[in-house]
């Protein structure tokens, strides 16, 4: 899809770093960048953040909308409608308080119809351009389509990717430890599952140097920690077993709660996006 990457801006200093992400994604996939802000009283503020937005990327082709009768949530929604990527902050203020994680943010990652990205800090863009992009695969649906997502992002950041697939051992075993049969048995199912997911998307990527991580441990914890040092974590916006509930459940709480790096959470329509 060739769509606007629309960033949510309220003047917050976390707004701003989205704001500075979002125009640097806008310029690096060579798409129009669109300013949203939902306020009463909010064009100065909004003329501020189309005037930063041009002072990072002068050849990106701008344009803003100031909803001075809408809700946050769902004017970021709608605008996500016809959008590639929509890009938030971690946290906001005025109409935007609580982004992220508090109501407006919940509802903008479950509900919209495109990738959602969520920006906590400002990165120094130069060291960020050589860390790698990680996902979260599982063997749903939303796995394939994060996977999808992440290896166009990689491509198009020319990074390497980080596959991650989290897996533990079923309760009704009780515990079971490191390097017993059991262990072993369903290491090897994921490790296999995994392979099976990634057989001919990677082919789609041939510049993308793919290189899969499966280990034992909570979904959450394990992929904060591949993303310790990371340029991007991407995850569905639904899974199943290990990843029951992404998003927005507990796994997804932690990851964009605790993630130090940008999280963008694939949607439906991540297929047209990156091909």
């Known amino acids: 899809m060739n769509g606007p990457v629309v960033v ?3 003047g917050s200093p976390q707004a701003l770093s989205a ?26 503020v909004l003329d501020e953040g189309v005037h930063h937005a041009r002072s990072i990327a002068p050849d990106v082709e701008i344009d803003a909308s100031l909803d001075v009768c809408g809700d946050a949530p769902g004017t970021l929604v709608d605008e996500g409608t016809c959008a590639s990527l929509l890009v938030v902050g971690s946290r906001g203020r005025g109409l935007l308080s ?32 050589r860390l790698p992009v ?28 980080v596959v991650v697939r989290a897996w ?20 090897r199912a994921a490790e296999a599952s995994l392979a099976e997911t990634m057989a001919g998307r990677a082919d789609r990527f041939p510049d993308v140097t793919a290189r899969p991580v499966v280990r034992r441990g909570a979904p959450a914890a394990v992929l904060l920690e591949a993303a310790h040092n990371a340029q991007l974590l991407v995850v569905g916006s639904r ?34 996006r990156g091909r």
């Open 239 to 272: 899974g199943r077993g290990c990843f029951l509930g992404l998003l927005l459940g507990s796994v997804s709480q932690a990851v964009l709660h605790e993630s130090r790096c940008p999280v963008m959470v694939a949607h439906a329509r991540v297929g047209a």
């Open 134 to 161: 990680v996902v979260g695969v599982d063997d749903s649906p939303a796995g394939a389509g994060a996977l999808d997502l992440a290896l166009a992002q990689a491509s198009h950041r020319e990074a390497p990717l």
């Open 19 to 44: 704001l500075a992400w979002a125009t640097q994604e806008a310029r690096r996939e060579q798409l129009p960048l669109r300013v949203v802000h939902v306020s009463e009283f909010g064009s100065t």
């Open 168 to 187: 533990d051992m079923p309760t009704v075993l009780g515990s079971v430890l490191p390097g017993a049969p059991q262990e072993v048995e369903v290491q």
């Open 98 to 129: 609580g982004l992220l994680l508090g109501s407006v943010s919940a509802a903008v990652a479950a509900h919209a119809d495109c990738p959602v990205a969520v920006v906590r800090r400002r990165a120094d863009s130069a060291r960020a351009a």
């Open 8 to 10: 949510g801006y309220d």
